[in-house]
Structure formats: C-alpha cells, structure tokens
C-alpha cells in the first residue's frame, strides 16, 4: 500500500490533486448486532426478515462465507446456511450509531458526503486538522471509530470518488488501501466490469452482450458508441475507464427518486403472481428508505408489457409514506387499477419521489439494481 497521495502526478486532470476518502463499515447492520448481543459473535448473521418473502439488509462475514449477501431473498439464504440466525433490523440503533460516526468525520473536514447510514465520501484536500497525507487521516478515522463504536471500518483512498470507492473494497474488512493517480488507469483496465461501482447486475449483463467483460474492453469502447447504448451514462461510463471521475464530494444532498424493478423470467398476466413479484422490489426500496432516513409522498408503478412497450401510474400522499406496508397498500392500488392487463407484463418497478429530508438538496435518480 502506499503512503497516500503525496506524489501527485504532473498529468493530473485538474488543477489541484484532490485527496478522496471513501470510509465503508464492515457488515454494518450484522457488526452492530453482534456488538450488542454477545451470543451472535462468531455466527452466521442475517439482519432481516425471515419470513418466506423476507430479504436480507445485511450479513454478517461468517454468513458471507456462504454466500449470504444483502438484497438475497430470505429463503435463498436459508437454503445456502441452514444455520443462519435472522435478527429484526433497528434502524433507529444504526441511525445513532452512524451519527457518531459522522461526528469523527466532521472532526477532520465538513466535506462529507453520506451514500448511506454505513458509508461516505470525504473530501481531505484541505483538512481541519492539517494532516499533510490522506492515508494518515484515514488511519486515525478508522482508529477512532473502533474506539468510540467498537465497530470496524475500511477505507479507500485516491484522487476522485470512483477510485476511492473502488479501493476501500481492496482490503475489507477493516483494511484500507490508497490508489494513486500513477496506479490508478492500470488498476481499472483489470478490474472485471461487475466490480465498477454504477454497474448493477442489469448492466452488467447488458456490457457482456456487447463484449465488455474488463476494464480494459470498455476503455476500448468510444464515446459515441457508450452513449449510444448507455445514453446519458455513456460520458461517465468513458471517464471512469481511464480512471477520470470530476464528480465532486457533495454536502447535504438527497435524490430526486428513489426506486426498484425486476424483468421477470417468464411474462406475468394475473394479479396474484404480479402482488407477489412487487415484494421484494418493495422490499428494497424500503430497505433503501431506512438505510438513508428519507420518506417519500408520490408513488410511481411502472409496467412494461411484452412487446415492450411501457406505462407509469402515480399517486401522491398529502404526508410522507411513513412504513412499507403504508408503500405496499398504494403500489398494490395502483397495480389493481390496471387489471386485467392489456398484455403480459416483462417488468414491475416501484419508485418514490417528492422526497423529503430536512436540509438536503436534491441530486437527481437512483434506480437499485
């Protein structure tokens, strides 16, 4: 590992090296129950339902050895550990606890930008404390999280957020590691495309089909023909290839939406199986809901039919969804609305806008792959 960014390279894309953090706690959601509960130390963890249309918001690592991983299905899970322990998630224990892990960070720079209740960039170009070296400040972050939480986190350090993202998942769990801007076009030429963070598992697929398995296959892919395939992702996807990412830290931000979808294997036509397929969907945008503390009013259904062509349906709330059975109540009105089907339905997708969270601005969509 090297020492951090110091050597700031001649051919730097801007003007000044920027020193990007990504912090990641380590199994977060599973950590903390295994804190506060003794008798869970050492087994196989699963934060989450149990029940048959259940998923799992984390795992623990003794659970990921199995092959237990978040957004799995609670029953897939169960079939690959029988022995798996299912815990009722707290949020309102992760919230406090990520609180006082924001307060280490605002200690060292006001840069912070949250992704989620367990992870966060932050911009250490210019920091509280003076230190000259990112992967010093990374060490005492990390060293005072383990102090005041008893928790473990990792961290990656490099010159922009891609980067660094990608590097605090180079020595998990509780590991850190610092790409360089000499390191950094080399390391992303040989990472597997399903490693790139932006990349979900539909496109992921998507870049196979068209013979981008590496890094290095997308570098060779030119703008016109990424933006083509990818629209409006194409720029970003054609920077990040040569590790060029300009995308700021930024404060205080919320998305615009937040939602879900699922192509099916086979086409739906009846209510039943369509109720059925919407849960885990719900599941996740709930899940993304309580991780980030942010409610929606508007509920947006989304169905695209056989032939691919494709409708929304909206409704909006005069307060904020405050549960998921509150979201599954109006999805599922929604859904019924348009029954019986003018043709077999490919797709569902669930999505929340007019999102509320105090002091935030607004940042644009996420769709969770």
């Known amino acids: 590992m090297g020492r951090g960014l110091e050597d700031v390279g001649a051919n730097a894309p801007e003007p000044r090296q920027r020193k990007i953090i990504h912090v990641d706690m380590d199994a977060f959601f599973a950590s903390v129950e295994q804190r506060d509960n003794p008798e869970l130390r050492g087994l196989p963890v699963a934060v ?40 009722k998630p707290r949020f309102e224990v992760y919230k406090a606890v990520s609180m006082q892990i924001r307060a280490i960070f605002a200690e060292h720079t006001p840069l912070i930008e949250p992704l989620s209740l367990d992870e966060a960039y932050l911009d250490v170009t210019e920091n509280i404390q003076g230190i000259p070296l990112a992967t010093d400040i990374a060490l005492a972050i990390r060293a005072r999280i383990r102090a005041e939480t008893g928790l473990t986190a990792s961290a990656g350090i490099s010159y922009n957020k891609f980067l660094a993202k990608l590097a605090s998942d180079h020595r998990k769990p509780d590991g850190q590691y610092v790409i360089t801007p000499r390191m950094g076009p080399a390391f992303v030429e040989a990472l597997p495309i399903g490693r790139f963070h932006g990349v979900g598992p539909a496109t992921e697929a998507k870049m196979h089909r068209l013979g981008i398995m590496s890094g290095a296959d997308l570098k060779t892919k030119s703008l016109v023909f990424l933006q083509q395939h990818f629209a409006k992702s194409g720029p970003y996807y054609f920077g990040i290839a040569r590790g060029i990412d300009f995308r700021p830290v930024r404060t205080n931000r919320i998305r615009k939406s937040v939602g879900a979808e699922n192509t099916f294997m086979a086409d ?62 109006a999805s599922l009105e929604l859904l019924v609305r348009e029954m019986p089907v003018p043709r077999a339905v490919r797709l569902l997708g669930v999505s929340l806008s007019n999102l509320e969270a105090q002091g935030q601005d607004q940042a644009g969509t996420l769709l969770i792959e």
Do not use: N
Not at 314 to 329: K, N, V
């Open 268 to 329: 739906l036509v009846d209510y039943e199986p369509m109720r059925d397929a919407l849960q885990p969907i719900l599941d996740k945008v709930w899940r993304h809901c309580e991780a980030t503390g942010v409610r929606g009013r508007t509920i947006t259904l989304k169905m695209k039919f056989s032939d691919f062509t494709q409708i929304t349906r909206s409704r909006s709330e005069d307060t904020a969804i405050g549960s998921r059975e509150a979201l599954e109540t």
């Open 48 to 87: 989450g339902g149990s029940r048959e249309r259940g998923v799992v918001a984390a795992a623990s690592y003794e659970a990921r050895v199995f092959g237990v991983r978040s957004a799995m299905p609670s029953v897939t899970a169960r079939r690959k550990c029988p022995s798996l322990v299912f815990v």
